[in-house]
């Protein structure tokens, strides 16, 4: 799938617009929960929600696009962009005024990305970064473009079996692989 900018930002106001009054959610909640909703949906379904492509950044997958989209929404105003304290850090945050236009989303890809809000709420910024740090990442030289399908690779495990062995020289042979 190609990046469909319109939904993109349809998605990144649908996620502001559940996380306003959220406290401690912030821009790298934001960048986390796109991260995971993408992926995941890829995973799932074939197929992102939105085409949207990360990189890899210091402190986790970053979206190439989410600053523009942000700024767009904000000349647009449909978001506001503001600091806050937040303990000992300086959070940017996003306040949304008006409910998103979800009707270009299945009730699936809501589902998930619903799914990644709360549990990603659950943590700090700090904790949900952690766990983006996966294998992945790990690989991927900064700046880096991940594939969806790169936290795929924390999966990856020794063989149990000889039969699992084979199947997958098998596959390689039939893919093309080896």
């Known amino acids: 799938m190609d990046f469909d900018r319109e939904r993109f930002k349809a ?6 617009w559940r996380t306003s009054h959220r406290e401690g959610f912030g821009a790298t909640k934001l960048n986390k929960t796109l991260w995971f909703a993408e992926a995941r949906t890829f995973e799932a ?6 085409g949207e492509s990360f990189v890899r950044d210091k402190h986790g997958p970053r979206s190439q ?10 000349k647009d105003g449909l978001v506001e962009r503001f600091s806050e304290h ?3 850090y300086e959070v940017t945050r996003y306040r949304a005024f008006q409910p998103p236009d979800v009707s270009r989303f299945s009730g699936e890809e809501i589902a998930l990305v619903d799914w990644w809000i ?3 709420d659950k943590h700090t910024a700090t904790s949900i970064s952690k766990l983006s740090h996966d294998y992945g990442w790990e690989i991927a030289r900064m ?5 969806l399908y790169a936290f795929l690779a924390s999966k990856i495990r020794e063989p149990r079996s000889e039969a699992e062995v084979k199947w997958a020289q098998e596959e390689a042979r039939r893919l093309g692989l080896k």
């Open 11 to 16: 998605l990144v106001l649908y996620i502001i």
């Open 65 to 74: 696009h989410l600053s523009a989209a942000c700024e767009e929404l904000e």
């Open 45 to 50: 379904y074939g197929k992102p929600i939105s």
């Open 86 to 88: 937040f303990y000992d």
């Open 143 to 147: 700046g880096e473009e991940l594939p």
């Open 118 to 120: 709360g549990f990603i």
